[in-house]
């Protein structure tokens, strides 16, 4: 099944200036989820975020404070738990996600999307934990709880559809 860009939102957890440079290739990581909410940006498409007890870990990255909304501030490692249900848009029924950590906030956010019916896209390249062994399991989970991992490209092609999309070049642009 394609992923429908009138039914997604891109959801970016806890990329915190404080928490990234523990992530391994947290740097890689962050760009790719600033690529990604670019993208979702252009066109036009919601980009939550959230920020894990910023009052300690501090605020998410500036890059990507500039590309969402206000983040949901959580206590929780799941952010449905905080209220995350209630800033996602009727239309969405697709949740691309990115962010840190992978088998933390990451993982207890997805499989509470997927419980409540959600298509959960957790995107490979710009989800990362301090551990290479923690995100690789976070993922190996997520597939068998029924999320389908997607790179960076699928998402953007899928909800291009087409090369006279108006976005196009523009998208091009942040995928090369």
């Known amino acids: 099944m394609l992923i429908q860009a009138h039914q997604s939102?891109?959801?970016?957890?806890?990329?915190?200036?404080?928490?990234?440079?523990?992530?391994?290739?947290?740097?890689?990581?962050?760009?790719?989820?600033?690529?990604?909410?670019?993208?979702?940006?252009?066109?036009?498409?919601?980009?939550?975020?959230?920020?894990?007890?910023?009052?300690k870990l501090g605020h998410n990255h500036p890059d990507i404070v500039q590309l969402c909304d206000a983040p949901l501030s959580k206590q929780h490692f799941d952010a449905c738990a905080d209220g995350l249900l209630a800033m996602i848009p009727p239309s969405v029924r697709q949740i691309v996600i990115a962010g840190c950590e992978a088998h933390i906030c990451v993982l207890q956010t997805a499989l509470s999307l997927l419980q409540q019916g959600y298509r959960v896209l957790p995107l490979l390249e710009a989800c990362g934990s301090r551990r290479p062994l923690d995100r690789d399991a976070a993922f190996e989970r997520l597939r068998a709880a029924g999320a389908t991992p997607v790179t960076l490209e699928m998402v953007a092609y899928e909800w291009l559809r087409e090369s006279g999309h108006p976005q196009f070049r523009a998208v091009l642009k942040l995928v090369k």
Request: aromatic share 0%.
């Open 9 to 55: 939102a891109l959801l970016v957890i806890d990329p915190q200036e404080k928490l990234l440079p523990a992530i391994h290739e947290g740097q890689a990581v962050l760009a790719q989820i600033v690529r990604m909410a670019r993208i979702a940006r252009l066109l036009e498409l919601p980009v939550i975020a959230t920020e894990q007890m910023p009052d």
